[in-house]
């Protein structure tokens, strides 16, 4: 179990990080906002990484969590009208208590299952609670949008999303080089196996979860300061758990690079694609999505490690 | 009073049709998920496909309503054969690749219809005429619907009893390495039920277009309820339907009586986790 | 892995993302010496699940920037020359996230002098703090939610409500029309005195809903009897069809989008239901007529928001367009993506400059030509103010095989028939 620095995936996404710090530098702010969904996205694909990439139950459900972080910041600046920089770090705190207890609570009934009941499970509530959000307003408020006043301008978001990113990396990357981590992969490839070696299967993957919810927490709490505007719809509709998936899966499951190279197609590559191709820009997309994963089923970081592996 | 119970004979009446058309959605998504163990979010977009070509063929190209019906059914099993061998067939033993994949296939499927027919709400109208039966009247189209809906799922319910194909299935399902031992062709086995899943979707989505209206988006929706019906059933297919006239049922007569309207949706939801983390059966 | 590859694997990422920036800087326009044109910014729902409406609006905006140009351009004061329109179209694929970064792109990259409105609430609220940020007029489509008039935006006009009625703007016609009913009743005819309101249960339907039951209160002549709420997902109206027998109103209204009304009227005639009197949606789309036909929509009423309409420029403009793209329907997302060009260039030319601030001075404080409402004047929250609203929305009625306009009585073709034959409809 290497836990130098050199780890390849380490540095691939140290650099990664670095090169988005030097983004905003370049003055224009296009990209700048690109570069900004891309992280927010890599964010969301470390986050169920952490959990589905590395225990392979696959969750279906992880927008529910990124909902209920934007709620806790719609909370902090509306109904408690907290200044800037203090009402951030509330909304984080409070992020991560409410994602952290519903992801305990639920792991009681949720993760006594597996495979496709569990997935199921997850889509259902999330899908539950955006009909239980929408029809009781509580974050839109009779508005067709919810939305706050902005609270910071770009570049503030820009490196706060950054920072957000480089520790939940760190996290990821430590629970990955940890006992934790190190059972959970036993869990992912045979979990019978891994009980019988005296794993607490039900603990390590609670944690896990509980992990995973905080992260995804976090991201939806920064969510309205980028955006200004949230509907129950981009809050909990399935592309919210459905892009993370995908991006972890694309990128590598499991991997933290991965997490970063999903998100690039994701993000900067359809940005792109968007720009130059118009009307089919999607179709493409979704094409290219397919291609790259059948090309290489352990995700674009599978790719380039192979790749990187012929040169030797 | 007596309008009171011509309310609860309506809304049986039309909670058992939705609930049968709900069954079908559902037994087609049962199918790739027992057989061939996959995930398949194309499902929805798939139905929306085959009901855009009955559009098609109808409108645009002015072919006879029963002739379309059967060419979209040909099509659509065709395009299932054609979407097995090219896609599926490669990925059919790792679940999460199933997910990227027919996710990359919803978006495709929704843009192009999209691209092809614009946002604009489609319907088909049968001009058939509707049945007076005293406190209400039911259009024909509808009658059409459940009674395809219910004899598709009865047919697919007698082929996996009865025929050999069916059998085959069932054992792939079962076990794929020691039915392959007993000279099975799990491959063919495998692209002849997506073909067939293609084919039950596309039927769904031809009794949904004749008794609503669709736009290229709304597969999701469709393949979210599919699941419902398709996760509890655990692969028994009268269950299927039963679970689909449940859910249908419930819908409209929770609704009307009970909770106020806004909530229809969540019924399904509802009913989805309390099933599945209570009834504790292990599934796949 | 050994530090050599290590650092092949680095530099083959770093190399993918210098590749995908390339792609952008591809964009980038060098600024032009001598200004000689106007450049106007899109942002506009191509794809996705708004593609629909944003489609048509984006004809209606390309419309008038082709029918602006033609006419050699906008004579701009400062410039001392009339110069022309360029438009540039992007797609959000209908993603809020997508319309902010077009926006910034829009601004920053294409450095468009006006940028058109986004079309709809849900990106209209992403897109206007950008615009506002970097003080660029916003104006066309819009979205109808209060919050994007009351934030304090100075630079933001949206065509798609008028007078301070957000989502009531197109439902307040018909209220109109029941509350005078004494000037279209014929002999003997029972008159409409309850009216059931069927809406969605979002901001837009809530906001609807209330503002019908409070103009009705206040024209004092009708009672609500019913009012229902539904979730916009929903496909079947069954419990709300049988509560509707139940409480026999003369009038239902109906407030849902395209897929909505189309399924409700298609059980509406499936279940027969003959107790209620007058049946009226918002506006009529094609699509209802293709799905349900002149048979089904017979005798249904509906009240056309592009209350222009039937003037002989709107008739004119939807010629053009019909010669370009093959549209030909009267949808106000057309006539709103219209005005934005056709508004901002008379407000250009009354200000004489291209200066955002002089500008938003000039709509303020002008009376302009608009293709959706007429005569118009702006507001200062960025609505247009159109006097008598109410009063002129065209009421129809689907009659035979066609659309009567049955009110106002200024632009009647015909009483209404009332009250519908319904056992000619439907059998006895």
């Known amino acids: 179990m290497r836990t130098t620095f050199l780890d390849p995936e380490l540095v691939t996404s140290i650099t990664i990080i670095i090169i988005s710090a030097l983004i905003p530098a370049i003055q224009n702010t296009w990209l700048t906002s690109a570069f900004l969904f891309f992280m927010l996205l890599t964010i969301m694909g470390h986050s169920w990484n952490l959990f589905s990439g590395l225990t392979r139950i696959i969750s279906f459900g992880h927008g529910a969590f990124f909902g209920l972080g934007a709620y806790a910041t719609f909370i902090v600046v509306r109904d408690l009208s907290q200044p800037f920089p203090f009402s951030f770090i509330l909304s984080l705190i409070m992020a991560s208590a409410i994602c952290g207890s519903a992801a305990f609570l639920l792991s009681y009934p949720f993760l006594a299952l597996r495979g496709l009941s569990f997935a199921i499970c997850t889509l259902a509530f999330t899908e539950f609670l955006a009909i239980v959000f929408a029809n009781t307003q509580i974050i839109e408020r009779g508005h067709e949008v919810a939305f706050i006043q902005p609270q910071t301008d770009i570049i503030a978001n820009y490196y706060l999303t950054l920072l957000i990113l480089f520790l939940v990396t760190m996290v990821f990357w430590r629970v990955k080089h940890s006992k934790l981590g190190l059972a959970l992969i036993a869990i992912g490839e045979n979990e019978a196996a891994a009980e019988s070696l005296g794993v607490d299967v039900f603990s390590s993957i609670r944690s896990s979860y509980v992990i995973s919810a905080i992260c995804m927490g976090l991201v939806g709490a920064l969510y309205p300061y980028i955006l200004l505007s949230a509907t129950v719809e981009t809050l909990f509709g399935i592309e919210r758990s459905l892009i993370p998936l995908v991006v972890g899966l694309l990128g590598g499951p499991g991997s933290i690079a991965g997490s970063f190279m999903g998100a690039l197609v994701f993000q900067i590559l359809a940005e792109a694609l968007r720009t130059t191709l118009g009307y089919l820009h999607l179709v493409v997309l979704g094409s290219l999505v397919i291609l790259i994963h059948l090309l290489e089923p352990s995700g674009i970081f599978g790719i380039v490690s192979k790749l990187v592996k012929k040169t030797k | ?284 | 892995m050994k530090k050599k590859n290590v650092v092949i694997v680095a530099v083959i990422i770093v190399a993918v993302i210098l590749c995908s920036i390339g792609v952008y800087y591809l964009h980038l326009r060098p600024t032009p010496m001598e200004k000689t044109e106007i450049v106007l910014g899109l942002p506009a729902h191509l794809t996705g699940s708004y593609a629909y409406e944003g489609t048509v609006s984006a004809y209606g905006t390309m419309l008038a920037v082709d029918d602006i140009n033609a006419k050699g351009g906008i004579y701009v004061r400062e410039y001392g020359r009339k110069m022309p329109l360029k438009l540039i179209v992007e797609d959000d694929a209908s993603d809020a996230e997508k319309t902010k970064l077009i926006m910034e792109k829009l601004i920053t990259v294409d450095k468009v002098d006006f940028i058109m409105a986004p079309g709809g609430s849900t990106w209209a609220l992403a897109g206007v703090p950008i615009s506002e940020k970097y003080k660029k007029i916003c104006i066309g489509f819009g979205g109808s939610d209060e919050a994007l008039f009351t934030s304090g935006y100075k630079y933001y006009f949206a065509f798609c409500i008028a007078n301070g009625l957000f989502s009531g703007t197109y439902y307040v016609g018909i209220i109109g029309f029941l509350a005078h009913y004494k000037e279209w009743l014929p002999e003997g005819a029972p008159p409409p005195l309850t009216v059931a309101i069927v809406s969605m249960n979002n901001a837009y339907g809530r906001c609807a809903a209330n503002i019908m039951e409070k103009f009705i209160k206040e024209h004092g002549v009708q009672k609500v009897v019913l009012k229902e709420l539904y979730d916009p997902k929903i496909t079947d109206f069954t419990p709300i069809i049988t509560k509707i027998r139940v409480a026999q109103p003369d009038a239902v209204i109906m407030c849902g989008y395209a897929a909505q009304n189309t399924n409700f009227f298609r059980q509406v005639n499936e279940m027969k239901v003959k107790e209620v009197k007058i049946w009226s949606p918002s506006c009529w789309f094609p699509e209802y007529f293709l799905a349900l036909g002149y048979d089904g929509l017979q005798y249904f009423f509906d009240q056309q928001y592009w209350i222009n309409y039937a003037s002989s420029e709107a008739r004119d403009t939807l010629q053009r367009a019909k010669a370009k793209w093959g549209y030909d329907y009267t949808l106000g997302y057309f006539a709103w993506g219209y005005d934005g060009p056709y508004v901002l260039a008379q407000a250009i030319e009354r200000a004489g400059s291209l200066d955002s601030d002089k500008v938003r001075e000039a709509l303020l404080t002008g009376t302009y030509r608009s293709l959706t409402y007429g005569d118009i004047r702006f507001d200062e929250h960025g609505w247009p103010i159109v006097e008598k609203f109410e009063e002129k929305v065209p009421i129809r009625q689907v009659v035979g095989h066609s659309q009567v306009i049955v009110w106002p009585p200024h632009l009647a073709q015909a009483k209404p028939v009332y009250p519908p034959p319904w056992e000619k409809k439907y059998g006895p």
């Not at chain 2, 495709?108 to 039966?133: E, H, P, Q």
């Not at chain 2, 079962?174 to 067939?196: H, P």
């Not at chain 2, 669709?214 to 999701?220: E, N, S, V, Y």
Request: proline content about 2%; glycine content about 10%.
């Open chain 2, 1 to 284: 009073m007596a309008l009171e119970i011509s309310q609860i004979i309506t809304s049986l009446f039309f909670g058992f049709i939705e609930g049968s058309l709900y069954g079908l959605l559902g037994v087609g998504l049962s199918l790739a998920l027992g057989v061939m163990k996959i995930v398949n979010l194309a499902h929805g977009p798939l139905a929306v496909l085959g009901a855009y070509m009955l559009f098609f063929l109808i409108y645009s190209l002015g072919i006879s309503v029963p002739l379309s019906f059967l060419l979209s059914l040909a099509i659509l099993a065709t395009i299932g054969l054609i979407i097995y061998w090219g896609l599926i067939n490669r990925i059919v033993t790792n679940e999460p690749s199933t997910l990227i994949v027919t996710y990359g296939l919803e978006i495709i499927i929704g843009n192009m219809l999209l691209s092809i027919f614009t946002g604009a709400t489609r319907t088909v109208d049968l001009k058939l005429g509707s049945l007076n039966l005293g406190y209400f009247s039911v259009g024909l189209n509808r009658i059409l619907a459940l009674l395809i809906a219910l004899a598709s799922i009865l047919a697919i319910d007698f082929m996996s009893k009865k025929t050999f194909f069916g059998i085959a299935m069932r054992a792939t399902a079962d076990d794929k390495d020691a039915a392959e031992l007993m000279g099975i062709d799990t491959t063919k086995v495998y692209a002849l039920s997506y073909s067939i899943c293609a084919l039950l979707a596309c039927l769904f989505g031809l009794c949904y277009i004749t008794t609503h209206s669709i736009t290229p988006l709304i597969g999701g929706l469709f393949t979210l309820k599919a699941f419902v019906v398709a996760v509890l059933c655990g692969g028994n297919l009268i269950l299927a339907l039963a679970i689909g006239l449940l859910l249908g049922l419930s819908e409209i007569l929770l609704t009307s009586f009970l909770i106020p309207s806004p909530y229809q949706n969540s019924v399904a939801f509802v009913i989805l986790l309390v099933a599945l983390t209570t009834l504790r059966r292990k599934r796949r």
